[in-house]
């Protein structure tokens, strides 16, 4: 059961994530600071959350997960409800995809989860920022 304190120790924002089949994560295309874009609106393929958990902090979240834009509006959302045991260990992984998804305007963006039965808040925040195209990562 998850606690209602349950936030993610640190969570990475991406283009994609792929797994080795020695279990190691390749995390492509990462985002340090913020999102620089050449132009707005702007789709990308895939959108990928990394989020780290610990079991100290209540472990992941199983509920709905969303994308709130600047100006409040909800863009995308997914549902989580399996999230495999690990008794053992001391930190889990929640990878969250969104494919495709459009960035409408330069701005605030957060992630956001409801857990079952329990209100929504935010997880996680960046920034996105149009740039000239000498600049954009």
């Keep these: 059961m998850t606690r209602k304190t349950s936030r993610p120790h640190d969570v990475l924002l991406c283009d994609d994530v792929r797994q080795e089949k020695s279990g190691k ?3 492509v295309g990462l985002y340090v600071d913020n999102v620089g874009v ?3 609106p702007t789709t ?3 959108l990928t959350f990394v989020c780290k958990w610990t079991h100290a902090a209540g472990g992941p979240i199983r509920g ?3 994308v709130l834009g600047p100006s409040g509006a909800a ?3 997914m549902d989580v409800t399996e999230i495999p045991d690990a008794p053992n260990a001391r930190t889990r992984i929640t990878i969250l995809q969104l494919r495709p998804f459009t960035f409408p ?3 605030t963006y957060r ?3 409801k857990p079952e039965g329990g209100r929504s808040r935010s997880l996680y ?3 996105v920022r149009l740039v000239p195209n000498s600049e954009a990562v």
Excluded: D, W
């Design 75 to 77: 863009l995308a959302a």
């Design 38 to 40: 050449f132009s707005l």
């Design 64 to 66: 709905r997960y969303s």
């Design 125 to 127: 925040s960046f920034e």
């Design 25 to 27: 994560l390749i995390l």
């Design 44 to 46: 990308l393929p895939t």
């Design 105 to 107: 305007e330069a701005g």
């Design 111 to 113: 992630l956001m989860v």
